[in-house]
């Protein structure tokens, strides 16, 4: 069966310091990937997406970037990270062609 | 732009009360159509979908939703809620041409007393 995997669980950065989260889909190939972030009060916002290695696209222009360098890795980075940058960050995958989506237990950054 | 209203956001019931949590989005055309709840600690999952067919639609846990193209609109119930039913709700869809990306709610907490 297909599992989805996020590392850390829990991060707290300073302002100004890098990131990176990992997500990592077990059980599939050439899944499509997508980065949500949850903020405080608000719904799940798309941040990018992936249907192949190398290939992204961004929804949302920001601090943020996303690189794939394998089928089934998926990872979000910042070079400077800013105090807005704090919320939830969900990794999910679907099937190339389908149209549900699964999410990983996320990521809960805080940026002090 | 796309988007897609919960209107509520924080629902209390007691056990055995029914529910209905709405959910409108924006923009017609084909829709797929979706409710995912996230447990106190636990993933987001999917209770339930829709893509075509009965616009009645059953999930997970006694949960189902009603799809009314005229409305926009897919909202959750149901018949009786249980204490486990706490969690946070989110609805979302998706467009027929646009690769899976999702719309969300803002989402509703909801909390059950026993």
């Known amino acids: 069966s297909q599992t989805i995997h996020q590392w850390p669980a829990t991060l707290v950065q300073p302002v100004g310091s890098p990131l990176s989260l990992e997500c990592t889909v077990e059980?599939?190939?050439?899944?499509?990937l997508y980065w949500y972030r949850q903020a405080a009060g608000r719904g799940l916002q798309l941040l990018f997406y992936?249907?192949?290695?190398?290939?992204i696209s961004s929804e949302v222009p920001q601090n943020l970037s996303a690189s794939r360098p394998q089928d089934r890795q998926f990872i979000l980075s910042s070079k400077k990270l800013l105090l807005s940058d704090s919320g939830f960050y969900l990794c999910?995958?679907?099937?190339?062609?389908?149209?549900?989506?699964?999410f990983g237990p996320g990521t809960r950054l805080l940026v002090l | 732009a796309q988007s897609v209203s919960q209107h509520n956001h924080h629902v209390i019931l007691s056990e055995a009360a029914s529910l209905e949590l709405g959910c409108n989005y924006s923009?017609?055309?084909?829709?797929?159509l979706f409710w995912y709840v996230q447990y106190p600690g636990q993933h987001l999952q999917l209770l339930l979908k829709y893509f075509s067919g009965d616009p009645l639609v059953k999930g997970i846990k006694g949960f189902e939703a009603e799809f009314i193209k005229s409305k926009f609109s897919f909202n959750l119930r149901k018949p009786s809620v249980q204490w486990s039913d706490t969690a946070e709700y989110f609805c979302a869809v998706s467009y027929g041409s646009t690769l899976g990306r999702l719309y969300f709610g803002r989402g509703t907490q909801l909390t059950v007393w026993p």
């Open positions: 923009y017609g055309g084909t829709v797929n």
């Open positions: 059980g599939t190939s050439n899944p499509n």
């Open positions: 992936s249907v192949g290695i190398g290939q």
């Open positions: 999910a995958w679907n099937p190339s062609g389908r149209k549900t989506q699964y």
